[in-house]
């Protein structure tokens, strides 16, 4: 049984590294009865000296895809065989540049049949593997080059917190979470205004009754977030008080009552969705231009003249979904 065969692209680092493994195995062998001092991890930086002369450690990292700290000590191996030498630069002193000693070019032509070889042996083994290995290696190499596994693992993790939050309508029961949850933020960051204490107090008759809707984010069972839609004309709504409680901030609540809050206006007719914020709040900041708010003058009629300080938002809702 091949538990990594039978893993799937789950295990498809484990295979590249066992693949890498099984590569360089008989390497260290085949240098040393060819009667040639080196190691196989020394080949991408000689072949790159080899080819190009002398070059930067930058150079060398961005040439090869390598990081610094690699570059450095794969040099540093090789320097101590005599292999490879640190100049100055001379267009800048300040400068260090690798390149290859009299004795590394002196290897060359000794190394130059055994890489043959080796060329050949690994085109053999991919004409035995069938398919154009190398160049869906190339694409993968271009894939993760565009976006890495991190994002790739992480963003389907946020989709998922997505998915497991709910949104639900105001109800009478629910009222107090409305307050506690703003007054929660509100006073860890600010001091409390009496325009928040007006909406937060009251937001049947303040935000419902006046054409206005209050959502709530459920999680697990529990209330973790809420946010309003306080509607200034037929064309207008105000997303405000937005609070999504301290231990469940990173589950994505905030970004699923904002989408829930732009669709919920979206199908009141609304042609423009506003805001304000603190630019203090960075994290809010980021989600509502992520979901294509943009700055507008703090100057609208719409705006509440609050004490700390606000930065306007303004999302047209006639334009394509975020």
Do not use: C
């Not at 050949?120 to 160049?135: Q, V």
């Not at 904002?258 to 900041?285: C, D, N, Y």
């Amino acid at each position: 049984m091949d538990l990594l065969r039978q893993l799937g692209p789950l295990a498809l680092a484990s295979r590249f590294r066992r693949l890498a493994d099984w590569l360089y195995k008989d390497a260290p062998r085949i240098y040393r009865e060819r009667s040639a001092d080196f190691e196989p991890r020394w080949f991408p930086l000689f072949y790159l000296l080899k080819e190009s002369g002398p070059v930067s450690v930058t150079a060398a990292a961005s040439a090869l895809g390598y990081s610094h700290p690699a570059i450095n000590q794969i040099a540093g191996e090789m320097a101590v065989r005599g292999l490879l030498e640190s100049i100055k630069d001379k267009k800048d002193e300040r400068k260090r540049l690798l390149r290859l000693t009299r004795k590394g070019r002196a290897a060359v032509s000794r190394l130059e049949p055994v890489w043959a070889d080796i060329g050949a042996a690994a085109a053999e083994l991919l004409e035995e593997a069938g398919g154009d290995f190398l160049a869906a290696l190339g694409r993968l190499e271009d894939a993760l080059e565009e976006t890495g596994v991190y994002e790739r693992v992480m963003r389907r993790a946020k989709r998922h917190q997505l998915e497991r939050i709910e949104i639900i309508d105001y109800r009478p029961h629910l009222k107090r979470y409305f307050k506690s949850l703003n007054l929660e933020w509100l006073q860890e960051q600010f001091a409390v205004e009496d325009e928040d204490l007006g909406l937060l107090s009251d937001p049947h008759g303040k935000i419902i009754k006046a054409g206005g809707f209050v959502l709530f984010a459920r999680l697990n069972g529990i209330i973790v977030g809420t946010t309003a839609l306080l509607r200034h004309d037929r064309h207008t709504y105000e997303l405000t008080k937005m609070a999504v409680t301290r231990q469940a901030r990173g589950h994505q609540a905030g970004r699923k009552l904002a989408l829930a809050a732009i669709e919920r206006a979206r199908k009141a007719g609304a042609k423009r969705l506003v805001l304000m914020t603190s630019p203090q709040l960075t994290a809010a900041g980021n989600l509502y231009r992520s979901l294509g708010f943009v700055d507008v003058p703090i100057a609208q009629p719409w705006a509440t003249d609050y004490k700390r300080e606000s930065i306007a938002m303004s999302l047209d809702l006639k334009k394509k979904k975020p």
